[in-house]
């Protein structure tokens, strides 16, 4: 049993990363989607889910801005986390390798396992979520690996974090429901969103570790 996870990028900076149910996980970089696929083909693994950390259903409104995007940007405010604007970004904002080749990835996962569970993942904005007092550089290995109970070396120590956010987003498919993370982060979006169980490699969902609390109080911020 192993989840796939991906960080979408261009050339020498495409994360990928297979977590397996004891923990242990590999992990590289590749350049494009294609690639990522044929690494997962020539691994053999039947996995049961991927995490994919780049947005997989678009908006029309101004700057490409989503629910979700606006209430994790609220979250990671309340929470004291520093640079949220730069992690939570709207999809207007993003490079493009990372919205194309995601978009691709997702659907060449959905041609080769048509049932196979996708979520969307944003693992820096997770780590900001569960360790807010923290630098911009994040929390050491050694606490992302106790709390996702991962085994081995750190997957990279480069600026990027490509093959470490690809771990994460697989993290992200494993504890998805079925499993402890309930929160899914696509089941509520602006009107002028597309809906994340009909794009062409839909469905997908967003799982989050916590509910967020006190929507009431920034439920102004969702409003179209």
């Known amino acids: 049993m192993a989840w796939f996870g991906?960080?979408?990028?261009?050339?020498?900076?495409?994360?990928?990363?297979?977590?397996h149910s004891d923990g242990?996980?590999?992990?590289a970089v590749v350049s494009c989607a294609d690639e990522a696929i044929d690494r997962l083909r020539?691994?053999?693994?039947?996995?049961?889910?991927?995490?994919?950390?780049?947005?997989?259903?678009?908006?029309?409104?101004?700057?490409?801005?989503?629910?979700?995007?606006?209430?994790?940007?609220?979250a990671l405010t309340k929470l004291g986390a520093e640079h949220v604007g730069g992690t939570v970004q709207s999809a207007n904002s993003l490079r493009g390798a990372?919205?194309?080749q995601g978009a691709m990835l997702a659907t060449r996962l959905?041609?080769?396992f048509p049932k196979l569970p996708l979520t969307e993942a944003h693992p820096k904005a997770l780590l900001k979520a569960l360790w807010p007092d923290l630098s911009?550089?994040?929390?050491?290995?050694?606490?992302?690996?106790?709390?996702?109970?991962?085994?081995?070396?750190?997957?990279?120590?480069d600026e990027r974090k490509d093959k470490r956010d690809a771990l994460l987003a697989a993290v992200a498919a494993r504890e998805?429901?079925?499993?402890?993370?309930?929160?899914?982060?696509?089941?509520?979006?602006?009107?002028?969103?597309q809906d994340?169980?009909?794009v062409p490699w839909g469905p997908v969902s967003y799982w989050w570790p916590e509910e967020l609390d006190d929507v009431n109080e920034i439920e102004s911020i969702y409003r179209d």
């Open 6 to 19: 991906a960080d979408p990028g261009g050339a020498n900076a495409f994360g990928v990363a297979l977590l």
């Open 24 to 27: 242990s996980f590999e992990s």
């Open 42 to 74: 020539k691994s053999g693994a039947s996995i049961e889910g991927a995490g994919i950390d780049a947005p997989l259903w678009w908006s029309s409104r101004a700057n490409g801005e989503r629910r979700a995007d606006h209430r994790l940007r609220a």
């Open 98 to 100: 990372a919205l194309i």
């Open 110 to 112: 959905r041609d080769r």
């Open 136 to 157: 911009k550089s994040g929390p050491p290995w050694e606490k992302i690996a106790k709390r996702f109970q991962l085994e081995g070396s750190a997957p990279d120590d």
């Open 176 to 193: 998805g429901a079925p499993g402890p993370w309930k929160c899914d982060l696509a089941k509520k979006r602006f009107s002028s969103e």
């Open 196 to 198: 994340p169980d009909r």
